[in-house]
């Protein structure tokens, strides 16, 4: 039996008794009519899924400042692909599949075997299998536990070579790059604000600042 968890369940999702691997899994989620905000993943064994909305200052602003700034260093310097949230991931030697916030894939592992682009049954290419180069997660109260503790393990198993964390909950908001190691992911090397991405060449850092309306707003950097 595959243990199931499922956060803030308001539609009553209920999963299938012949989901247990993540290639039931992966065809589960062709077949399911599930409502449009739920977030889930095949988590090394067991089903997640959250039915929770997303904060808009503290999670879906952050991806969105983070995502704009990333594609167009991406499309100006040629570095490879980067991909916001809606693109289901796979890897089965870390046995995980579900949808990161963001993800990096650089030109040469476009051209290499260390990832395949999947097409859907109605055409298109709508899975990645394999390892990115980068991956985001922003945490919020719902998948802490998820994003710092089981992807972070299952990520490096994936081999993927840096973890992006943000935590824009609280003051001062966390950044952190996550460097692939032979035994886990470390922090990379940061100088005050500024901590170093071996992916992208360059250093970054998010900056909290005055937004619309009293809010916050978000800003980053590279150098």
């Known amino acids: 039996m595959v243990m199931v968890t499922v956060v803030h369940d308001r539609e009553g999702i209920r999963v299938p008794g012949w989901v247990n691997s993540i290639d039931t899994f992966r065809r589960w989620l062709d077949e399911a009519d599930l409502p449009a905000q739920t977030r889930v993943w095949w988590l090394c064994g067991e089903v997640w899924a959250d039915m929770s909305k997303e904060q808009i200052f503290s999670h879906v602003l952050v991806k969105t400042r983070i995502t704009r700034n990333l594609d167009l260093l ?128 360059r250093s970054f850092r998010l900056l909290v600042r005055p937004g619309l309306a009293g809010h916050p707003d978000y800003l980053l950097e590279a150098q």
């Open 74 to 201: 991406a499309v100006e310097e040629k570095l490879g692909l980067y991909l916001t949230d809606g693109v289901l991931l796979s890897n089965f030697e870390a046995d995980i599949s579900g949808n990161p916030d963001g993800m990096f894939l650089s030109v040469a592992t476009l051209e290499s075997d260390r990832v395949r682009l999947l097409e859907g049954k109605e055409g298109g290419f709508v899975e990645i299998q394999g390892s990115p180069d980068m991956v985001l997660e922003i945490l919020s109260d719902s998948s802490e536990h998820k994003d710092d503790v089981d992807l972070r393990r299952a990520y490096w198993r994936a081999g993927v070579r840096e973890y992006w964390l943000v935590d824009a909950r609280r003051s001062p908001l966390r950044f952190d790059i996550l460097r692939r190691t032979a035994r886990g992911y470390v922090r990379a090397s940061r100088q005050g604000d500024w901590v170093r991405s071996a992916v992208f060449g």
